[in-house]
């Protein structure tokens, strides 16, 4: 593991050490075998045929960095954990047992952590396409192994054992290092890595107890994502964006407006040519400023109103507004006379001229009272009516049942509202204190609701009518006296216009 973390920080050093280096993660499945060469008799025929590869995966990191400035020839080094090894399986019939045995298994798995050191090339086939192709050597730090064992013979005992596999010179050891070649190929699309992969091993990794030579071959396929958008590398020396061909000051970073010299102010005047190189100003200056101190972009010497931003037009001064209702005269419909923005900076009209203005009159077209917003007061004489009517309306006891002799006052309301469409009633609804006030509050609701229906029935449009029903929160008397009660028990009747 220390291997592991070792060779991380040194990716992550490299990284950060060179601007035109970027990451990336790959992973996917792969299969290896153990290639073997020994001098056994009869090992090609009798032991050879049984081995199988390992299915396992390869996961990791891998970097990229261009070489030279054709953008197609790439450095690609990795770190990748490898699974690898080899799997041995052989049933023996009676006519060819081994000894006792009927069946042997072996599992030899090893894992390994992969340097792979890759000079890449890459086609462009579209605008985000291209076809990879990388190969080179690599470096293989052994991580870890097992070596397990199953046996059944001929009295079907089973026997099975499983080790680690060691490091080292001893027999049956691994050694810690590898060395081999591998090969990559596949496409790149944006950020995205699709690739497949051969890998072969090219020294002898492990020490066995007879005389032979053991070498790992992996086959297998990656997927991978680029952490970072793809580097386009150029001739620039001191990376400051300004390509050497073009840069004045090739060793040294600066900006592109100065020609890629130092320029500390950002005003295009290179420091060593700047007079003024902490002050912002023009070329034809020599670098320093004419100063601007209200940022309007009229220069002081020209500016009729230097600490107050404006424009050229006015010769630096702000747009006049002449009636100071907070709209200037340019967008000022009525410059002379003050009005808000709604109206274009003329004053809210006032169509009936009754002094209250459009937009707060509840009667626009018809002159009014400013205390009845902008309608005419209703008539005396009218109200006192409505008033009148409202105290004859009885309903049957327990009910909103209105009673027959109510009749004739409500007829009386009905032709008042018929003869000036521009009144509105608010009828309300009140009880004494006997019994529940939610009950109460119930029964008022409902028999302002009966008048309300009684009016719309002989003609009057709903819209015009309201009813609310308080039961007994709004009392007039006491009542804890009959005729309080029987006070408390009405309707009223209020007219309005708006």
Not at 70 to 79: A, D, E, R
Not at 118 to 135: E, G, H, P, Q, T
Not at 246 to 267: E, H, I, M, Q
Not at 364 to 388: F, H, R
Request: glycine share 10%; charged share 25%; hydrophobic share 30%.
């Amino acid at each position: 593991m220390k291997k592991l973390y070792a060779l991380l920080l040194l990716t992550a050093t490299l990284y950060n050490a060179n601007a035109q280096l970027r990451l990336g993660i790959v992973g996917g499945p792969q299969s290896s075998t153990v290639k073997e060469t020994n001098y056994i008799p009869d090992w090609d025929n009798t032991t050879k045929p049984y081995y199988s590869k390992r299915s396992g995966l390869n996961l990791g990191v891998i970097a990229e960095m261009p070489i030279g400035y054709t953008n197609k020839l790439f450095f690609q080094p990795g770190i990748i954990f490898s699974n690898k090894g080899r799997k041995f399986a052989r049933s023996y019939d009676m006519n060819s047992v081994k000894g006792d045995t009927l069946y042997y298994s072996n599992n030899f798995y090893t894992n390994y952590i992969d340097m792979p050191l890759n000079l890449a090339v890459k086609l462009r086939l579209n605008r985000k396409s291209r076809f990879l192709i990388s190969a080179g050597p690599y470096l293989s730090f052994f991580y870890s192994g097992k070596d397990s064992w199953e046996k059944r013979d001929t009295i079907m005992r089973y026997n099975q054992d499983e080790s680690s596999i060691q490091v080292g010179k001893n027999d049956n050891s691994v050694k810690t290092f590898d060395i081999g070649v591998n090969a990559r190929v596949g496409f790149e699309l944006g950020n995205v890595l699709l690739t497949g992969f051969i890998s072969q091993g090219l020294t002898n990794f492990y020490n066995a107890s007879y005389s032979g030579t053991f070498k790992h071959q992996v086959i297998g396929a990656s997927l991978g994502l680029w952490l970072s958008k793809r580097v386009v590398a150029s001739n620039d020396k001191d990376r400051d964006g300004v390509p050497d061909k073009a840069d004045a000051c090739p060793d040294v970073p600066g900006s592109a407006k100065a020609g890629g010299c130092p320029d500390k102010d950002g005003d295009g005047v290179a420091d060593a040519v700047d007079k003024c190189p902490d002050q912002a100003g023009l070329a034809r200056d020599r670098g320093c400023p004419i100063f601007d101190r209200d940022n309007d972009s009229v220069l002081d010497d020209v500016d009729q109103c230097p600490d107050v931003a404006g424009t050229f037009k006015y010769h630096g001064c702000p747009i006049p507004d002449t009636d100071g209702d907070g709209i200037n005269d340019e967008t000022d419909l009525c410059p002379d006379k003050a009005g808000p923005a709604e109206f274009n900076g003329c004053p809210i009209p006032d169509s009936d001229g009754d002094g209250v203005n459009d937009k707060d009159d509840k009667c626009p077209t018809i002159a009014g009272s400013i205390t009845n917003k902008g309608c005419p007061d209703i008539k005396k004489e009218i109200v006192e009516k409505v008033n009148y009517a409202a105290k004859k309306i009885f309903f049957i006891t327990g009910s909103e049942k209105i009673a027959a002799e109510s009749y004739s006052a409500l007829n009386g309301v009905v032709a008042i509202l018929r003869g000036d469409t521009t009144l509105k009633l608010v009828i309300e609804g009140h009880t004494d204190n006997v019994g529940k006030p939610a009950n109460n509050q119930i029964l008022s609701q409902k028999r302002a609701d009966a008048v309300k229906n009684y009016l719309v029935q002989k003609g009057l449009d709903a819209s015009r009518l309201e009813a609310r029903g308080y039961g007994q929160d709004k009392p007039v008397a006491d009542n804890s006296t009959p005729e309080g009660k029987a006070a408390n028990r009405r309707v009223e009747l209020k007219l309005s216009q708006h």
